[in-house]
């Protein structure tokens, strides 16, 4: 390795910086693995033949081979020992383990590339341009392998044990989006909060339509692997979910998405009268009070009852769950008025669909799906004042989102 340096002219313009630093991290690497069998040879000094020799020796290296890092590649020789009495393994590195072709960095990039828009075709070009022209164990194979890595992970996930788990909020959802094949996939989604305040991914499940049956066997799932039931579930007004949650985890109070709730509203109302409407709407859900909730619901029902009947309907339709976040506190409205957890994140979902034009069948897509929104859940903020979650769990009731006092 030292032939390498010795055959540049660092002085050269055209040296590049990066030959240089990938050139210092060879010699690095190099440094580092006679320094790790220097230490195993060390270790084992006390063992001596009977002739009095130490039984642990050097004996060469392995075959040289290229791994390929994001300084590029760099070429190792891995030292390796013999036991003259035949009683030690052999000396294996831990910084380059046996058949090792590429370092854990570039092997954890790759899913961050695909999942960030990159298709199969792209990879070797775009690793070699970044890594070097010889980038080995990198090819369209690898993200086929790595999709069926995937689909492993998201079905043992699905498998694992609840019963130490409870969420105070579960927010769900149905999310659509085309596949390759043409097909109109609905991903199925369930977030919940935690005691500690933490958002986290609770379920994702594939099918085609947001049925009671496809949601009631998503939450039978759940309750059969041990969750109790959620004290406040927020979603849209799919009737699917809320009939099989009633029959599932009957304990839990509903609260309706006022996004969706809005969209589905001012879709009924021409364009020109969207924007005060739209305004009136805000104020019925963001009034501090119930009873003012309920005052701005009344103006908006008798403002345009008459000229636009079904947005009326539409508001009128879920009345009895529109105003449940009134009842837990305050500092959480702005999470459980709302699903735009999930469509935020499931927003990057159909970025990367779009960027490739779908992604192959079901399993392919919701293993992606599912690996897309675990990233995401690792910026996630925490409920705002989520210790009031302990409280909620303990039975406490607020009202107006306060506290109730209970008389001394």
């Known amino acids: 390795m030292q032939e390498d340096t010795n055959l540049i002219d660092i002085a050269q313009p055209k040296f590049a910086i990066e030959e240089i630093a990938r050139l210092g991290a060879q010699q690095m690497l190099a440094a580092a693995l006679e320094a790790e069998v220097a230490a195993y040879l060390n270790q084992h000094s006390h063992s001596l033949t009977s002739n009095g020799l130490r039984a642990v020796v050097r004996n060469g290296y392995h075959q040289e081979r290229d791994i390929a890092t994001a300084m ?24 380059i383990p046996k058949y ?5 960095a570039l092997e954890e990039a790759l899913p961050y590339f695909y999942l ?107 309750k059969q692997r041990g969750l109790e039931d959620p004290l406040l579930c927020i979603g849209d007004g799919a009737l699917g979910f809320w009939k099989a949650l009633r029959d599932v985890f009957p304990e839990s109070k509903e609260q309706r998405c006022w996004v969706h709730k809005t969209a589905n509203i001012l879709d009924k109302m021409p364009k020109s009268v969207q924007p005060q409407a ?47 976040f009134y009842s837990f506190p305050a500092a959480h409205w702005q999470h459980i008025r709302s699903t735009n957890v999930i469509e935020s994140t499931f927003a990057t979902v159909r970025l990367r669909t779009k960027k490739t034009r779908g992604h192959g069948s079901m399993t392919t897509t919701l293993a992606m799906a599912f690996k897309l929104v675990e990233r995401a859940e690792q910026r996630w903020r925490k409920i705002k004042k989520y210790q009031l979650v302990e409280k909620l769990f303990k039975g406490v009731e607020f009202k107006d989102g306060e506290e109730v006092k209970l008389a001394a």
Request: with cysteine; proline share 3%.
């Open 72 to 95: 590029g590649p760099l070429r190792v020789r891995v030292p390796r020992t013999r036991d003259r009495n035949g009683e030690t393994e052999a000396f294996a590195s831990s910084l």
């Open 100 to 104: 090792m072709r590429k370092s854990l």
């Open 116 to 222: 960030g828009g990159l298709s199969n075709g792209d990879f070797i070009p775009c690793f070699e341009k970044l890594f070097g022209q010889e980038v080995r164990g990198v090819s369209s194979a690898s993200i086929t392998r790595l999709k069926q890595v995937w689909s492993d992970e998201m079905r043992a996930w699905k498998q694992r044990d609840l019963s130490d788990r409870r969420y105070c909020y579960l927010w769900v959802d149905g999310i659509h989006f085309n596949t390759r094949n043409e097909e109109r996939l609905c991903v199925l989604v369930a977030i919940g909060a935690t005691a500690e305040g933490k958002k986290e991914l609770v379920a994702v499940e594939g099918g085609y339509r947001e049925s009671e049956p496809s949601w009631r066997s998503l939450l039978d799932n759940l």
């Open 278 to 324: 739209k305004e009136l709407i805000h104020c019925i859900y963001q009034a501090e009070k119930k009873q003012k909730a309920e005052e701005a619901y009344a103006e908006f029902i008798e403002r345009y009852e008459d000229r636009y009947p079904k947005a009326v309907k539409c508001l009128e339709k879920d009345a009895d769950v529109l105003f449940s």
